[in-house]
C-alpha cells in the first residue's frame, strides 16, 4: 500500500498543483522532501500501480489516485 510519503506526494500535487502537471523540483519543495528521493524511491512504485503519470509538463495525478485516496476532481 502507500506510506505517508506516498500519499503526501499524490496530496501535494493535487491540493498545491491541481493534479498536475507539475515539475519534479516544485513538488519536493512543496512536501519537504529531496527530488532525487521522490525519483529513485517513490515515483516508480506510484507509475507501476498508475497513480502517476510522468509526461514532458511534469507529473500528473491519475484519475486512480483521486479514488483511492477519496479525493473529488
Request: proline letters at 3%.
Amino acid at each position: 500500500g502507500l506510506d505517508d510519503v506516498d500519499i503526501r506526494y499524490l496530496r501535494g500535487i493535487i491540493e498545491r498543483f491541481k493534479g498536475g502537471p507539475v515539475g519534479v523540483e516544485a513538488i519536493a519543495s512543496a512536501i519537504g522532501e529531496e527530488a532525487v528521493t521522490l525519483e529513485d524511491v517513490y515515483e516508480p512504485y506510484l507509475l507501476q500501480t498508475g497513480f502517476l503519470k510522468r509526461t514532458s509538463r511534469g507529473r500528473i495525478v491519475t484519475d486512480k489516485a483521486y479514488e483511492h485516496l477519496g479525493i473529488k476532481k
